[in-house]
Nanobody, 114 residues
Framework: QVQVVESGGGLVQPGGSLRLSCKTS????????MSWYRQTPRNQRELVAT???????QYTDSVQGRFIISRDNAESTVFLQMNSLKSEDTAVYYC????????WGQGTQVTVSS
């Protein structure tokens, strides 16, 4: 049973923007902070950003001031607005709960390159 579906990735030039979406099955988000993660072939999965139940957001240092995470509880969706993208942001991006994970989705590929 698919529980999270990420979308919105693509190829973008350095300095560009993308908006990722994560549609979840009903009740996945209920009562949980939600997070975006990213993974490259050489690195472990990295926590990028977390949004709490009331919208309070936290970010890893490397994306602070460039990325904005948000959630729409009514639509069971989490968003990640990515601005001023850099080549080092290239990765597959995933969303999941911040703890008590559900089955990981396929992710969405973000490639930042000129």
């Amino acid at each position: 049973q698919v529980q999270v579906v990420e979308s919105g990735g693509g190829l973008v030039q350095p300095g560009g923007s993308l908006r990722l979406s994560c549609k979840t099955s009903s009740n996945i988000m209920s009562g949980y902070p939600m997070s975006w993660y990213r993974q490259t072939p050489r690195n472990q999965r990295e926590l990028v950003a977390t949004v709490g139940l009331t919208g309070y957001a936290q970010y890893t240092d490397s994306v602070q001031g460039r990325f904005i995470i948000s959630r729409d509880n009514a639509e069971s969706t989490v968003f990640l607005q990515m601005n001023s993208l850099k080549s080092e942001d290239t990765a597959v991006y995933y969303c999941n709960r911040n703890f008590d994970y559900v089955t990981w989705g396929q992710g969405t590929q973000v490639t930042v390159s000129s």
